[in-house]
């Protein structure tokens, strides 16, 4: 059983397999009958079909695209051209389609010109194709261009042929040919001649065209004679304009490449163009007010153009003084050279000095060196000076004498040694006679006694009298102690402010605490 329906696979496989290489056969059978590359046959109907025999070439634009199979008569006394399209892009006759037959060569050989479609503007839809003759007609299956869409134009040599004879009789010969031939054929004789020649055939359609706008033509026969009665008084600068025109053109025509070039590139062009005239219109808009208030500074500018002769007269003259006294300068300027060449040299060699000082500011500006510097003195002063509510004192005195300088030998009255304390009254007078009375004041006198170890009351006693009233000291005894009473700081007409001086203390710590405290 098991093989029996093995064999039955194998046997409806290969039936399969047939039926899919058949089909395969028919669709490549079919793709090279019509369609895509393959037979598409015209049939077209012409008046006339003299001197077009099989085989002559079938053209579009100059351009082989198929071969005439056959030329038979109609029943309807016409002829019958059927050709083959061979180019596949061409096989694709529409209803507007046309044919006429042409001489190929000198010696009357023919071929047809078709043009499978008219020009039309880019978007219109295109009219339907060729109907096919139905089945049971003559060329059934084949594509009917009917006699409308055809011409055969009369030869040359026919017309050549007939001006042989005189002309009475090639006129009778007329005559009687066509009235033979035509007899109660008019309608026919006017299609025979409108079909004969294509160019009668547009004027028809042009002429129709026309009719249809008499009015506008009307119209605009008018409006043309109001328009070149203007250009009646300029005709020979008009007819200039076309002779112009013509030597435009032949200059023209030397260079048709790079106008072919141009017409190219021009609806790039173009398309670039749009947005540039867009930035245009906006600057356009934003210098409107520009030149508006231009308008207004015009008659400005116009004296300013009047007056700039004068001023050119007058820049002249100073030009002419420049002139001259570069002449003098030039020198100078010339001798000037070797200070500019030393300069530059110094310039060179006081280089690192200069970078050395401005690190060194730079570097007192971020380390806050210049603001210590000036906390410096500021403390320094605020350190040897006081500062109550009357106003600074002074708590230092600076004494310049020849005993300041540095000497290797002792000077006379000059000594650095320092002497033993003595205790006895005696003693510390003595010492402290050593002061100056002209340059020492009064509280300084008494503060080196102190010092000394003289006691504030032999201090007092040494050097009496009141600092407020005595000005520099006198010596020990050099007049009696002044009235301590409280007067206005400055004079009695300084204000109202009095200073006081506290009471001393017993001890010499007391007498500087309130030296040193300001009191």
């Known amino acids: 059983m098991r093989t029996q329906s093995s064999g039955r696979r194998r046997v409806a496989t290969g039936i399969a397999g047939v039926g899919v290489l058949a089909c395969l056969v028919i669709v490549l059978l ?141 006129f009778t010969i007329i005559l009687n040919e066509l009235g033979v031939g035509l007899a109660g054929r008019g309608s026919d004789l006017k299609a025979v001649i409108r079909r004969a020649n294509p160019a009668l055939r547009e004027l028809d359609k042009v002429l129709a065209i026309l009719a249809g706008e008499n009015r506008v033509l009307a119209q605009l026969a008018v409006d043309s004679d109001k328009a070149l009665a203007p250009l009646a008084g300029v005709r020979k600068e008009f007819a200039e304009y076309f002779a112009q025109s013509n030597t435009v053109a032949q200059a023209s025509a030397r260079h048709l490449s790079a106008l072919e070039r141009n017409l190219i590139l021009f609806p790039p062009f173009l398309r670039q163009l749009g947005p540039a005239l867009e930035r245009l219109a906006r600057l356009a808009d934003q210098t409107t007010p520009v030149f ?5 500074a015009a008659p400005s500018i116009n004296q300013a153009f009047t007056q700039l002769p004068a001023f050119s007269s007058s820049s ?93 030998t002792p000077a006379s009255g000059c000594s650095a040694k320092l002497e033993a304390s003595a205790t006895s009254t005696a003693g510390s007078t003595a010492r402290a006679s050593s002061v100056s009375p002209g340059t020492t004041s009064l509280v300084m006198a008494r503060t080196m006694a102190v010092l000394k170890g003289a006691t504030p009351a032999q201090a007092r006693a040494m050097y009496p009298g009141s600092e407020t009233t005595t000005g520099a000291l006198s010596g020990p005894g050099a007049g009696a102690e002044a009235n301590a009473t409280a007067q206005p700081v400055g004079g009695a007409s300084a204000g109202t402010t009095y200073y006081t001086p506290s009471a001393e203390a017993s001890s010499a710590d007391g007498m500087l605490l309130n030296y040193l405290l300001g009191n």
Do not use: W
């Open 30 to 170: 079919a793709l090279s009958a019509g369609g895509g590359g393959g037979t598409y046959t015209v049939r077209a109907i012409f008046d006339d079909a003299a001197n077009i025999i099989p085989g002559e070439n079938v053209k579009i634009d100059g351009v082989k695209v198929g071969t005439v199979t056959s030329v038979a008569p109609t029943p309807q006394e016409k002829a019958a051209v059927v050709f083959n399209i061979e180019t596949p892009g061409f096989q694709d006759f529409r209803a507007d389609a046309s044919c006429t037959i042409r001489p190929q060569a000198l010696l009357g050989e023919k071929f047809v010109d078709c043009l499978p479609t008219q020009p039309r503007v880019e978007g219109t839809p295109l009219p339907p194709p060729l109907k096919t003759i139905p089945p049971g007609q003559e060329g059934a299956g084949d594509k009917l261009l009917p006699v409308e869409n055809t011409s055969s134009p009369v030869d040359p040599d026919l017309v050549n042929d007939i001006s042989r004879l005189p002309e009475r009789e090639r």
């Open 316 to 408: 002249s003259a100073y030009f002419t003084s420049l002139g001259k006294n570069a002449k003098t300068t030039g020198p100078a300027l010339v001798a000037f050279q070797p200070l500019l060449t030393r300069l530059g040299a110094l310039g060179a060699a006081a280089k690192p000095f200069a970078g050395n000082f401005s690190s060194l500011l730079t570097s007192l500006r971020s380390s806050g060196g210049l603001e210590r510097i000036l906390d410096f003195i500021f403390l320094g002063a605020g350190s040897a000076n006081g500062y109550d509510s009357l106003g600074h004192f002074l708590r230092t005195e600076g004494l310049a004498t020849i005993c300041e300088t540095y000497a290797l």
């Open 292 to 296: 508006t208030d231009l308008g207004i």
